[in-house]
């Protein structure tokens, strides 16, 4: 029982990382550089 348990446990840290990465994946292609200059208005949160 606790083979089974410590197997299932293994497999959701496994599904969890690929998440992760495929979530990081799809966030850096999304993402755009953005330069200020001097005299820029920006908001800071």
Do not use: C, W
Not at 6 to 31: F, G, I, P
Request: glycine share 2%.
């Amino acid at each position: 029982m606790i083979k089974v348990t410590n197997k299932k446990v293994v497999v959701a840290k496994e599904k969890l990382k690929k998440a992760r990465t495929r979530q990081t994946s799809y966030a850096d292609k999304h993402r755009r550089s953005i330069e200020f200059q001097p005299g820029d208005r920006v908001f800071l949160k």
